[in-house]
């Protein structure tokens, strides 16, 4: 008697967290930058961006990442989703009174340090695909012209930034997007470049 076995597909049964994060950290970049750009004013639409999308949204789907066994996942959008919050807070707790205004230098601190993690990651990304190299390598440049920015008071550098910042908050929602439509139809629907070997 011929046995025939087939092969099983095991699943972990947990949804890719990856697109929510995306999408969570490119939309506020988007929204904060398009103010950085100076087209409107800092308001309570990107605040309450920052807290729950890209704060919430970003800590959930690390939180989720970390059950799926992804380390960098779980990095990544945990500290970005818990940066947004910490923006969030620098900016209300003086207005509550609660802390004196951040300065300019230790703005510049906080942005740079930022900066560098996010360099320190972008090299994690040289093992992913070349949309993740796309976001994290103009994030890096993001914050860079942030910092300039602050550390000159060049108004000029801060519009620069939010332009830049603009192109990097879109190439999130982009790869975000992108492993969405992908999984949905099994192929590539919008290409995010091959994952390096």
């Given at each position: 008697?011929?046995?025939?076995?087939?092969?099983?597909?095991?699943?972990?049964?947990?949804?890719?967290?990856?697109?929510?994060?995306?999408?969570?950290f490119?939309?506020?970049?988007?929204?904060?930058n398009?103010?950085?750009?100076?087209?409107?004013?800092?308001?309570?639409?990107?605040?309450?961006?920052?807290?729950?999308?890209?704060?919430?949204?970003?800590?959930?789907a690390?939180?989720?990442?970390?059950?799926?066994?992804?380390?960098?996942?779980?990095?990544?959008?945990?500290?970005?989703?818990?940066?947004?919050?910490?923006?969030?807070?620098?900016?209300?707790?003086?207005?509550?009174?609660?802390?004196?205004?951040?300065?300019?230098?230790?703005?510049?601190?906080?942005?740079g340090?930022?900066?560098?993690?996010?360099l320190?990651?972008?090299?994690?990304?040289?093992?992913?695909?070349?949309?993740?190299?796309?976001?994290?390598?103009?994030?890096?440049?993001?914050?860079?012209?942030?910092?300039?920015?602050?550390?000159?008071?060049?108004?000029?550098?801060?519009?620069?930034?939010?332009?830049?910042?603009?192109?990097?908050?879109?190439?999130?929602?982009?790869?975000?997007?992108?492993?969405?439509?992908?999984?949905?139809?099994?192929?590539?629907?919008?290409?995010?470049?091959?994952?390096?070997?």
């Amino acid at each position: 008697m011929t046995v025939v076995t087939t092969p099983v597909l095991v699943s972990d049964g947990i949804a890719n967290p990856a697109p929510l994060g995306l999408c969570a950290f490119g939309m506020t970049t988007v929204l904060l930058n398009i103010h950085n750009a100076g087209f409107f004013e800092l308001n309570s639409m990107i605040l309450a961006m920052g807290l729950f999308y890209g704060g919430l949204a970003q800590v959930i789907a690390g939180i989720i990442e970390a059950k799926k066994n992804n380390t960098f996942g779980l990095t990544a959008f945990t500290s970005y989703g818990f940066f947004w919050l910490s923006l969030v807070g620098l900016i209300l707790l003086p207005k509550w009174g609660l802390a004196e205004k951040t300065s300019e230098g230790a703005m510049c601190a906080y942005l740079g340090i930022w900066g560098l993690f996010t360099l320190f990651l972008f090299f994690g990304t040289l093992r992913l695909n070349r949309a993740l190299q796309f976001v994290f390598g103009s994030l890096v440049i993001l914050f860079g012209l942030l910092v300039a920015g602050d550390a000159t008071g060049n108004k000029a550098i801060t519009h620069l930034a939010g332009y830049e910042g603009i192109i990097c908050g879109a190439s999130a929602i982009y790869t975000g997007i992108a492993n969405v439509l992908n999984e949905v139809y099994g192929k590539t629907v919008l290409p995010i470049g091959p994952v390096a070997k």
